[in-house]
């Protein structure tokens, strides 16, 4: 069965420092990988997503994630955190033809100045 | 990418009553709509699967008669809470996705009341 693991519930950085957040996926197939974004009481906005290709891939706001078979990773980085980063951030697996997306359980990220 | 709508955004009924949310794919053919359940401070967790033109397939432990799902066109499914009652309040998503594509596109979710 495919499932999605974030480690991690929240994590807590300091504005101007790093991220990684961290995802492990259990698919059958070959998986299609998403990050999304969700602030308080709003819809979900797509950070990036991983198809095929290049294993690392570039999104919206700064992020890159890289995709690792090996590992079944497909972990989330930011070099540099801004206040506004501050959020819930969701991985994803999903699979071609309308197969259903499954989500990890989410890492709330809490930005101190 | 591709736009879905989902309306309303917001909603407030009464104990008792049913209450539909529209999910619509704007610029492109969803053969398939998904509908998601999600409670305060958790993930997103799938309700069920529609195709259109067929029966939803619900997830586990989803109760079809209290969630009716409907998906009669290519660009419109609903979900329908019927009987709401207070523990059904929760942030609704849905998502579509067209055939032979990989992503899925989402909704911005209705936030229910029930009081």
């Known amino acids: 069965a495919q499932s999605v693991t974030q480690p991690d519930i929240h994590i807590t950085v300091s504005e101007g420092a790093s991220l990684e957040l961290r995802c492990n996926y259990s698919?059958?197939?070959?998986?299609?990988l998403f990050w999304y974004v969700q602030s308080p009481g709003q819809g979900l906005q797509l950070l990036l997503k991983?198809?095929?290709?290049?294993?690392l891939v570039q999104g919206i706001k700064g992020f890159e994630a890289e995709f690792k078979r090996s590992q079944s990773s497909f972990n989330l980085r930011k070099p540099s955190v801004h206040w506004s980063d501050a959020a819930e951030y969701f991985c994803a697996v999903g699979g071609i033809g309308g197969f259903k997306t499954i989500f990890g359980a989410g890492t709330r990220l809490f930005v101190k100045a | 990418g591709a736009v879905v709508s989902q309306h309303p955004s917001r909603v407030i009924c009464k104990s008792g009553t049913s209450v539909k949310i529209e999910c619509r794919s704007l610029?492109?053919?969803?053969?398939?709509m998904f509908w998601y359940r999600q409670f305060p401070k958790q993930s997103l967790m799938l309700m069920a699967t529609s195709n259109e033109g067929s029966k939803a397939t619900y997830e586990q432990g989803v109760e079809k008669d209290k969630f009716l799902i409907n998906h009669a066109s290519l660009t419109l499914s609903t979900l329908t809470v019927t009987s709401a009652h207070p523990e059904d309040s929760s942030f609704y998503i849905c998502?579509?996705?067209?055939?032979?594509?990989?992503?899925?596109?989402f909704g911005q979710g209705t936030r229910l009341t029930v009081v």
């Open positions: 610029d492109f053919q969803a053969t398939t």
């Open positions: 998502s579509a996705s067209g055939e032979g594509e990989a992503e899925a596109f």
């Open positions: 698919y059958g197939a070959t998986p299609y």
């Open positions: 991983y198809f095929s290709g290049d294993t």
